[in-house]
């Protein structure tokens, strides 16, 4: 299984981007799939987690209501929009994909935040 991450870059606070995760296996042989974030000397994260079998969506509580994950279905591709940008939003972002009941990484872009 292979992710393919991409979107991050350097953007002011306040300003938006999307991030794009294709995934090398189809869309409904996936459990899960999730964004985490790795801020400098912290800890991974999860930051939001979409659930193929009914389609909720989970959220950190420092997110909520500024990002979005979504996905389409057609292209194994999963999405974060993330708005609203703060600095504390500085990090890697890595996606995550459960294929039955085993956890594969992107390699993680990285998202900067300048204040």
């Known amino acids: 299984v292979q992710l393919q991450a991409s979107g991050g870059g350097l953007v002011q606070a306040g300003g938006s981007l999307r991030l794009s995760c294709a995934a090398s296996?189809?869309?409904?042989?996936?459990?899960?799939m999730a964004w985490y974030r790795q801020a400098p000397g912290k800890q991974r994260e999860l930051v939001a987690v979409?659930?193929?079998?009914?389609?909720?969506?989970h959220y950190t509580d420092s997110v909520k209501g500024r990002f979005t994950i979504s996905r389409d279905a057609a292209k194994n591709t999963v999405y974060l929009q993330m708005n609203s940008l703060k600095p504390e939003d500085t990090a890697v972002y890595y996606c995550?994909?459960?294929?039955?009941?085993?956890?594969?990484w992107g390699k993680g872009t990285l998202v900067t935040v300048s204040s």
């Open positions: 979409l659930i193929r079998s009914d389609g909720t969506t």
């Open positions: 995550n994909v459960d294929h039955y009941g085993h956890q594969y």
């Open positions: 296996i189809r869309y409904i042989d996936v459990s899960s």
